[in-house]
């Protein structure tokens, strides 16, 4: 079976003293600084996840008669399972996992979050070590042991799955390949020399880009994170939450001094949502052989 990160619910209200509202708190939206529960899948360590991301959800508060606290989870399903069940009102999501929870529950699609060229779509990047001299194309990962993340990952898995298998590389074509449980993970593996390769989200790969890694090959762009809540979460806080994210210029002073801590895929802004071109995932999943459902999976040849 594949190495998925399986640890169980990192909930920071234990970890960092956050406290967190009861599902009823939702009732009335005109109480001041009520608490909205914001998840994130953790792409990376969870403290350092933590770091990046509340300051970002601290700004959000400031402008809003309420507050959003993080809730980190390290399993894609569980943060689906979380809006479904009304424990989770807003949430941060890639694209195969934005189809997976609009399947299960009522959403309302806030934004998409903008990349650094400024539009809403990401890339995924094969990566090796600056030291593998060896490796110079895809077609020499033929043979080499791959990690791959989540395996219900749209940038460190099913994209690139798709764009490996388009040149000619299939999972049959590694001597070993697994799912890691995040971005992180992967990249810190190919580090340590554990594999050969790895599959990362361009922006969880920055910082180890000229420090140990190098891109081997980069996807085309595809549609990027969205910010959803549950359709439950009254009207206003929904609105206001868009016409707030909608209204963040990256190129201001304020906001410029302010990111400065954000996580990288929070520091370039965010646009309306077209939610149709995410159906995109849906295609790769066809020609890929996969279910929407969560997949696991590690081969090692003889």
């Not at 299939?170 to 449980?181: E, K, M, V, Y």
């Amino acid at each position: 079976m594949g190495h998925m990160f399986a640890t169980p619910l990192v909930v920071l209200s234990l970890c960092f003293a956050i406290c967190f509202s009861a599902p009823d708190a939702l009732a009335d939206e005109s109480s001041p600084k009520r608490i909205f529960k914001f998840g994130v899948i953790t792409l990376n360590h969870p403290l350092v996840i933590y770091q990046q991301y509340q300051p970002f959800l601290d700004y959000l508060s400031e402008r809003q008669p309420w507050r959003y606290d993080l809730v980190l989870e390290q399993r894609y399903s569980a943060i689906v399972d979380r809006l479904q069940a009304g424990t989770l009102d807003i949430a941060l999501l890639a694209g195969r996992t934005f189809l997976q929870a609009r399947e299960r529950t009522p959403l309302d699609p806030i934004c998409a979050v903008t990349g650094v060229d400024g539009t809403p779509t990401i890339r995924s990047l094969i990566v090796v070590r600056d030291d593998r001299k060896d490796i110079r194309t895809v077609a020499d990962l033929t043979d080499k042991r791959f990690a791959f993340g989540s395996p219900d990952s749209t940038a460190s898995y099913l994209v690139p799955l798709d764009y490996l298998k388009q040149h000619g590389i299939t999972l049959a074509s590694f001597s070993r390949w697994d799912n890691l449980g995040t971005h992180d993970a992967v990249a810190r593996a190919v580090l340590r020399g554990e594999y050969d390769a790895g599959a990362v989200g361009e922006p969880m790969a920055m910082r180890y880009l000229g420090s140990g890694l190098r891109m081997l090959a980069a996807t085309p762009p595809f549609p990027g994170f969205i910010i959803v809540a549950r359709a439950a979460v009254p009207e206003p806080v929904r609105e206001a939450l868009r016409r707030t994210l909608l209204a963040i210029d990256p190129a201001s002073p304020e906001v410029t001094a302010r990111s400065t801590g954000w996580n990288e895929v929070l520091r370039h802004g965010f646009v309306t949502v077209d939610t149709s071109v995410y159906e995109a995932f849906r295609a790769m999943e066809t020609r890929m052989g996969l279910s929407p459902q969560e997949q696991t999976g590690t081969e090692e040849k003889p």
